[in-house]
């Protein structure tokens, strides 16, 4: 059984810049998936970037392109997600998530991932 916990939210002014990590204990592939989906208040749960475990595709939604960057994953079994120039319409409850490979390209649907962290507010001021 896979189990995620997350670190590393909190409160940033505009244009800083947070670090979210993501722990995954239980047995994992190197071609199993992560994610990483944010919920803004007042909206549905999006996806902002998915990766591989072995971290060489990595893909991102293009409200975050550019200023956050997804890590790989299988090394340590830590994945980070870096969040650069951060804009007050980030904020958001960010939660990681997992899956078993899938073909082609890790999905952005929430429906996807039965592997779920606890989640992490980020505030933007």
């Known amino acids: 059984h896979v189990q995620l916990v997350e670190s590393g939210g909190g409160s940033v002014q505009s244009g800083g810049s947070l670090r979210l990590s993501c722990v995954v204990t239980?047995?994992?592939?190197?071609?199993?998936?992560m994610a990483w989906f944010r919920q803004r208040p007042g909206k549905e749960r999006e996806g902002v970037a998915t990766t591989y475990f072995h971290g060489n595709s990595i893909w991102y939604t293009d409200s975050v392109k550019g200023r956050f960057t997804a890590s790989q994953v299988f090394a340590n079994n830590t994945g980070y997600l870096q969040m650069d120039r951060l804009k007050p319409e980030d904020t958001a409850m960010y939660y990681c998530a997992a899956r078993r490979y899938v073909a082609g390209y890790c999905p952005f649907q929430e429906d996807k991932y039965n592997f779920w962290g606890q989640g992490t507010q980020v505030t933007v001021s």
């Open positions: 239980g047995v994992t592939r190197r071609n199993d998936c």
